[in-house]
């Protein structure tokens, strides 16, 4: 007798989208944990696509850095003495070992195991005694450099030499939304945690404002209808739906001073899902944003922030206004964190399978399109 091969991963991911969005049903189990799986999203993902560092208005002085891992790649962001955003490996030429860590400011990048000293732009500034070594060329030991953009404020990090640049990829977010310019917005508060669930589960529960009424009954559920949203098609490089605000939180509101806003631009709430794992909430008052990287099949590493419009950051009430979304959407993590850690539980019971999507959920069916189009079956 034959024993039939499983289907692989990649295998039941195309199988899913190879149907119309009406019907469309949640993505196999096995996209979510599948250790192989995740093993061609680093890869085919990850390696290849723009990933958001974080805001570059956070590194505002020469040497000050942060750090990131893309792809099992060790990576350095940082503020050169020219005023530019570089990015560079963050591996020393010697013997390997990690030079930064966290974030911070430095005048020089110091290897913490032999001393070996690089310059902001990573070239080798100097090495102690190598000099008996006949194959030591200083000038070629510089650290490797990383494309790094800076897009609407966003510093986006790639080890594909040959990605599109964002400002290209992403042009028609400025089309979309040309009114809220995200480079005057200024990041005021940022943090980073680690979720017990897959990525892809916590980017599409940002991607859905279906389970708002349930999920955030006790915070952000009640302050917009459901019968309200619009959910259209989006792009190849990014997902998309908007809300529309009442005026429980003043911050997503257009500031009173504010004269160029007008109708529903003034209370209008984007949430933008740019692939693969950069979630942004705009509102004419403040944005928020969560940028993801996988720490297995079960875990995900989260860089959470949020900041101001210029001109909300220019009231007399802002740190007052600031603070109460701040613990607003701190709740909200907490529910979030609850409602995406028991996806991933369920994901793991042999019992369950996906069901039919929603037309609330358009914008899930199209991150499965996207992941299909990088991942080869």
């Given at each position: 007798m034959t024993r039939h091969q499983p289907i692989s991963a990649a295998a039941e991911l195309h199988a899913n989208v190879a149907v119309p969005f009406a019907q469309a049903h949640a993505m196999p189990k096995s996209v979510?944990?599948?250790?192989?799986?995740?093993?061609?999203?680093?890869?085919?993902?990850?390696?290849?696509?723009?990933?958001?560092?974080?805001?570059?208005?956070?590194?505002?002085?020469?040497?000050?850095?942060?750090?990131l891992t893309i792809a099992g790649e060790p990576v350095i962001v940082l503020r050169d003495r020219e005023g530019g955003i570089r990015a560079l490996s963050n591996v020393c030429r010697h013997r390997m070992s990690t030079l930064l860590q966290g974030r911070g400011s430095v005048r020089s990048i110091v290897c913490p195991y032999h001393a070996w000293t690089y310059n902001l732009?990573?070239?080798?500034?100097?090495?102690?005694?190598?000099?008996?070594?006949?194959?030591?060329?200083?000038?070629?030991?510089g650290l490797p450099a990383i494309r790094a953009e800076v897009w609407q404020g966003w510093i986006m990090v790639t080890l594909n030499p040959e990605a599109p640049l964002p400002s290209v990829a992403l042009k028609g977010i400025a089309d979309l939304i040309p009114y809220l310019d995200m480079s005057t917005y200024t990041e005021t508060y940022r943090e980073s945690f680690n979720w017990a669930t897959n990525w892809k589960v916590l980017a599409e529960n940002f991607m859905e404002s279906y389970h708002l009424p349930m999920c955030h009954a006790g915070t952000i559920g009640g302050a917009s209808n459901l019968n309200e949203m619009i959910c259209p098609e989006g792009t190849e490089a990014f997902n998309y739906h908007w809300i529309l605000k009442n005026d429980s939180v003043p911050l997503a509101l257009a500031h009173p001073s504010n004269t160029t806003l007008e109708g529903e631009e003034r209370r209008k709430t984007w949430l933008l899902a740019i692939y693969p794992s950069l979630l942004i909430t705009l509102t004419p008052g403040?944005?928020?944003?969560?940028?993801?990287?996988?720490?297995?099949?079960?875990?995900?590493?989260?860089?959470?922030?949020?900041?101001?419009?210029?001109?909300?950051?220019a009231d007399p009430q802002a740190e007052a206004h600031l603070a109460s979304v701040k613990a607003l959407l701190d709740d909200v993590n907490v529910e979030d964190k609850g409602c995406t850690e028991k996806v991933y539980r369920g994901?793991?019971?042999?019992?369950?399978?996906p069901g039919p999507l929603s037309h609330l959920e358009r914008p899930n069916f199209e991150f499965a399109q996207y992941l299909a189009s990088r991942i080869p079956a």
């Open positions: 979510y944990t599948s250790p192989d799986f995740l093993d061609l999203e680093q890869r085919h993902v990850f390696a290849k696509d723009w990933i958001c560092a974080g805001r570059a208005e956070t590194l505002p002085e020469p040497g000050d850095y942060l750090t732009d990573g070239s080798l500034r100097g090495a102690a005694a190598m000099g008996q070594n006949e194959d030591f060329c200083k000038e070629k030991l403040y944005f928020w944003y969560l940028s993801l990287t996988p720490d297995g099949p079960g875990r995900v590493n989260v860089l959470f922030g949020m900041g101001m419009s210029a001109d909300w950051l994901l793991l019971s042999g019992l369950a399978s």
